[in-house]
């Protein structure tokens, strides 16, 4: 349900229940028929609800997105020092292909997320953790401080993935509870309106007053 939709149904649910609070000879009329002040603050109610989590779910898309981009960028950081490094290794290990293979340097990259970060651990870890592999990548310029200061960018980016994961089933979440919210909300307001239409049938200034079209 889009935005504008829904903040015009509401809007126009609003006014029709302040309408009703700031009439006597309305809320008498309606009253006759069952819609008490008692029975009216159930509509109040949902309305709340319903505005409540509109409210909710804009901020957990807002923080959706905002997660998402910072995993973008962190990630795009993360792999370019990854390529660099990885073509760095390959010219350092050029005879030594066990030293590749332990690091999957010798075969096609992975194109999914999960493979990356696969592949980033496997090559990071191999370097740090032998001493000859990090003699071998100091001559090009990479320290163990280097290295692990990568290796911990690889971890971050798997960090912002799993928050833009959290913040995405948060708002899918709340979008349901805020569709289910307007539809109950929507159902009683259809009753209202109908018995409205009806006890106000022969002042129909008063029916526009609350917003509703006289059939």
């Known amino acids: 349900m889009a935005g ?6 509401l809007h126009k649910i609003e006014n029709a229940l ?3 609070s700031n009439h006597p000879e309305i809320q008498a009329m309606l009253s006759a028929f069952g819609y008490t002040p008692e029975r009216m603050n159930e509509g109040k109610i949902l309305l709340n609800r319903a505005m409540s989590l509109v409210s909710s779910q804009t901020d957990n898309y807002g923080g959706q997105y905002e997660a998402h981009s910072e995993f973008e960028k962190k990630y ?6 990854y390529m660099i490094t990885l073509k760095v290794a390959r010219v350092a290990f050029i005879s030594h292909t066990a030293m590749l293979t332990r690091m999957c340097a010798n075969k096609d990259r992975s194109r999914s997320l999960s493979g ?3 592949e980033a651990r496997v090559m990071y870890d191999n370097l740090l953790a032998h001493h000859e592999a990090l003699e071998a990548m100091a001559v090009f310029g990479y320290t163990a401080e280097r290295l692990d200061a990568e290796r911990a960018m690889v971890n971050e980016v798997e960090s912002l993935y799993s928050k833009t994961l959290k ?3 948060h708002a899918q979440q709340t979008t349901l509870e805020r569709d289910a919210a307007i539809d109950e909300l929507c159902k009683w307001f259809g009753a209202f309106r109908s018995i409205a ?3 106000l049938y022969e002042k129909p200034q008063l029916i526009e007053a609350l917003g509703i079209i006289k059939h």
Request: proline residues 0%; glycine residues 8%.
């Open 197 to 199: 239409r009806i006890a």
């Open 76 to 81: 795009e950081s993360a792999y370019s020092a």
């Open 4 to 9: 504008k939709i829904i903040a015009q149904k």
């Open 116 to 118: 990356w970060l696969r």
């Open 167 to 169: 913040h995405k089933g």
């Open 18 to 20: 302040l309408g009703v």
